[in-house]
C-alpha cells in the first residue's frame, strides 16, 4: 500500500515537472511570437504615410540613384534572398569588408548597419547612396534623378512639395555632395535645399522598409496553437521542436537571440575567426559609434522631425567602452536559414558551419583583454546540432508578395520605361 | 504537506492579488559598503526590471552617519559574468539635494547583472553600494 502510494506521489510529481517544464516552454515560446508592429519612429513624419511608403518603394529598386545607374538598394537586400544578396560581404559599385544584413524586420532595430553608425532607419538608407563602395552617386543627382522622372517627381511633390531646380547645373553641379569641390561651390541654401529633398527620399524608404516584416513561420504557427489551446505539435517537426528546447535551454542562444526578433537588437563580440587573417581587423561597434557621433542625419538633429524625443535621446545616449571594440549587432535569426553566408563578414557559408563554430569555439581570436565573454562551447551531439538546425529553419516566413518588387502604378499598369 | 503547499500557494496568490510584487513605487535599499550611506530607489514599470526594456530609477541617498548632503551620486550596471556593462550612459540629474533621476537605463541581455551605486561624499571620499538583480 505504502509502495503504490508513494509510487503515484512520484509519478505525480513527475507528471507535474514535465508539465511545470512544457508550461516553462510555452512562456518562453510566447515571448518570442508574434511579430509586433514595430516602434514607432517620431523622427520620421512620414514613416505611416501609405503613399510615402509605395514612393519609397519605387526608391528602393530604382538603381537610378546610384552613380553608373546600375546599383539600387535591392542589389545587397535583394527579395527573393530574405532581402540579403546570398554574398559572403557587399557587392555593390566595389567590394565592401561587411555581409550584407536582412533588412526584413529592420524596423525594430535600434542601431542599424552591422556596426550601429546610424540611429534611424531613414538615414541608415542615405549612407549607401552616397559611399562609393555601394551606390556611388551623390544627393544633388539623387535629387536630379527624382526631378527628371515624371513619376518619381510627381510623387515626390504630392508628399513633400517642391523640388529644387536642379536642371540649373551652375547652382546644382554634379556629383555635389559633401567633401567635394561641387558641394563647396554650392550657396548654403541650395545645399539646404538638396539635403532637405535628400532626407525626404531616405524618409520614404523607410515608410517601405517598416512594411517589411518577416512572414508568419511555422514556429509562429505553433505559437499562435499554443495560444488557441490546442497546440499542435505537428506545425513545427519533432526535431525543430527538440531543436526550440535546445535553444531555450541549455544551448544558452537566448542570453542574445531573444525577444520576437530574436535579437538583443545590441553588439557582441564573438571572437569570430577573420574572414581574412591577412586582413585589419573589423572595429565593429568601435568605429560604428564614432561614425554615430559625427552623423549629419541623427535623431538629435536638425534633420529630424523629432530632435527632442524620448528615442532621439536614447540614442544620443548610447556608451561606448573598451568592450565594444570588435563587437556587431546580433542579428535577427528570423529567416536565417534563408539569409546566409553568416556573420558579420561571412565567415560561414552554412547554418552547420555556424552550429559547429558554437559547439567548439574553434578557431576563436581574442583581440584584445578588454573583450566580453558570453560563449561557452556547446558540446552537442550530431543529433542535438541537427535539432537546433531544425528550429533555425523553421522561423523562415516571407512578407506579403505585393512588397517584394518594384510597385507597378496605382491603376495596375507598369511604369513607363522612363522610371525604370 | 498538503495543507502547508496550500497555505504557501494562498499566501502567493494574495501577495500578487494585491499588487505588493509588482507595484511601481515600491522601493529597494541598501546601503555603502562601509555603512556611511543608505542607498534607497524607486524604479519605474516595467517591475521587476525586464532584459532589454528600457526603464528609470529614483534614487535618495541619506549620509546614516554625518546627516551631510551627498556631493554626487554615479550610476552603472555590469555582467561580471560576460565582462561587459551597459550599452547607455547612466547620468543621473540631481533632483533634490539627496536624490536623483537616472533616465534611459537598458539591461540589454538576461543574466546576472550588478548595479553600482557610487556615492561622493564633500571631501571627495567614494562610498560605492550594489546590488544584483537577475534578470530571465
Known amino acids: 500500500m505504502c509502495m503504490i502510494a508513494a509510487m503515484t506521489v512520484c509519478l505525480t510529481l513527475a507528471a507535474s515537472q514535465t508539465s511545470d517544464a512544457a508550461d516553462r516552454l510555452h512562456a ?37 540613384l546610384s552613380r553608373a545607374g546600375d546599383v ?138 517598416r512594411l517589411l516584416q518577416p512572414g508568419h513561420s511555422d514556429f509562429d504557427r505553433w505559437v499562435a496553437s499554443i495560444d488557441a489551446g490546442t497546440s499542435s505539435t505537428e506545425l513545427m517537426s519533432p526535431a525543430a521542436h ?16 531573444f525577444g520576437p526578433m530574436f535579437s538583443d537588437l545590441e553588439f557582441h563580440d564573438l571572437a569570430l575567426p577573420p574572414r581574412d587573417p591577412a586582413a585589419a581587423p573589423l572595429p565593429g561597434r568601435g568605429a560604428g559609434y564614432e561614425l554615430l557621433r559625427k552623423r549629419e542625419f541623427a535623431a538629435d538633429g536638425i534633420w529630424s522631425a523629432a530632435p527632442g524625443s524620448t528615442k532621439a535621446r536614447r540614442a544620443a545616449g548610447a556608451r561606448i567602452g573598451p568592450e565594444h571594440w570588435g563587437s556587431f549587432r546580433t542579428p535577427s535569426l528570423r529567416n536565417v536559414a534563408k539569409t546566409g553566408p553568416y556573420m558579420h563578414a561571412g565567415q560561414f557559408e552554412t547554418l552547420s558551419e555556424v552550429l559547429a563554430f558554437y559547439n567548439t569555439l574553434d578557431g576563436q581570436v581574442r583581440r584584445h583583454h578588454h573583450a566580453e565573454s558570453v560563449l561557452q562551447p556547446l558540446n552537442f551531439t550530431p543529433d542535438q546540432l541537427a535539432d537546433l538546425e531544425a528550429f533555425l529553419k523553421a522561423l523562415s516566413g516571407d512578407p506579403p508578395a505585393i512588397l517584394l518588387r518594384k510597385p507597378r502604378r496605382s491603376n495596375g499598369t507598369e511604369p513607363p520605361k522612363s522610371a525604370e | 504537506m498538503r495543507l502547508s503547499t496550500l497555505c504557501m500557494f494562498t499566501l502567493i496568490t494574495l501577495l ?16 555603502t559598503e562601509d555603512g556611511r550611506f543608505r542607498v534607497t530607489w524607486w524604479q519605474t514599470p516595467p517591475r521587476p526590471i525586464e532584459a532589454n526594456s528600457y526603464f528609470e530609477l529614483f534614487v535618495e541617498v541619506e549620509d546614516l552617519t554625518d546627516d551631510e548632503e551627498p556631493y554626487d551620486l554615479r550610476f552603472d550596471a555590469t555582467m561580471p559574468a560576460h565582462r561587459h556593462g551597459m550599452n547607455m550612459v547612466a547620468s543621473p540629474t540631481r533632483f533634490t539635494r539627496d536624490s536623483w533621476v537616472v533616465r534611459d537605463l537598458l539591461l540589454h541581455m538576461p543574466g546576472e547583472w550588478v548595479m553600482t551605486f557610487d556615492v561622493t561624499d564633500q571631501n571627495g571620499v567614494l562610498h560605492r553600494a550594489s546590488e544584483t538583480v537577475i534578470l530571465d
Open chain 2, 16 to 31: 500578487l492579488a494585491s499588487g505588493c510584487a509588482q507595484r511601481p513605487g515600491i522601493k529597494d535599499s541598501t546601503t
Open chain 1, 28 to 64: 518562453m515560446a510566447k515571448s518570442l511570437s508574434p511579430v509586433p508592429p514595430p516602434p514607432t519612429n517620431p523622427t520620421n513624419a512620414f514613416a505611416l504615410s501609405p503613399a510615402a511608403a509605395l514612393f519609397g518603394q519605387r526608391l528602393f529598386f530604382d538603381p537610378g
Open chain 1, 242 to 257: 527538440r531543436g526550440f528546447g535546445l535553444f531555450a535551454g541549455d544551448a544558452g542562444c537566448r542570453q542574445c537571440h
Open chain 1, 72 to 209: 539600387s538598394c535591392s542589389t545587397c537586400h535583394d527579395p527573393t534572398l530574405a532581402f540579403a544578396d546570398g554574398k559572403q560581404v557587399a557587392e555593390g559599385l566595389n567590394t565592401g569588408t561587411i555581409n550584407s544584413p536582412t533588412i526584413l524586420g529592420a524596423a525594430h532595430h535600434r542601431w542599424l548597419f552591422l556596426d550601429g553608425r546610424a540611429d534611424t532607419l531613414w538615414s541608415q538608407a542615405l549612407g549607401p547612396i552616397e559611399n562609393d563602395l555601394e551606390m556611388g552617386s551623390s544627393r544633388t543627382d539623387a535629387v536630379r534623378h527624382i526631378a527628371g522622372n515624371e513619376i518619381l517627381r510627381a510623387e515626390y511633390t504630392a508628399l513633400f512639395g517642391p523640388l529644387p531646380d536642379v536642371e540649373n547645373l551652375d547652382r546644382f553641379p554634379v556629383n555635389a555632395r559633401p567633401g567635394r569641390p561641387q558641394w563647396e561651390a554650392m550657396g548654403t541654401e541650395d545645399q539646404h535645399a538638396i539635403t532637405s529633398a535628400f532626407v525626404n527620399l531616405g524618409k520614404a524608404i523607410e515608410a517601405y522598409e
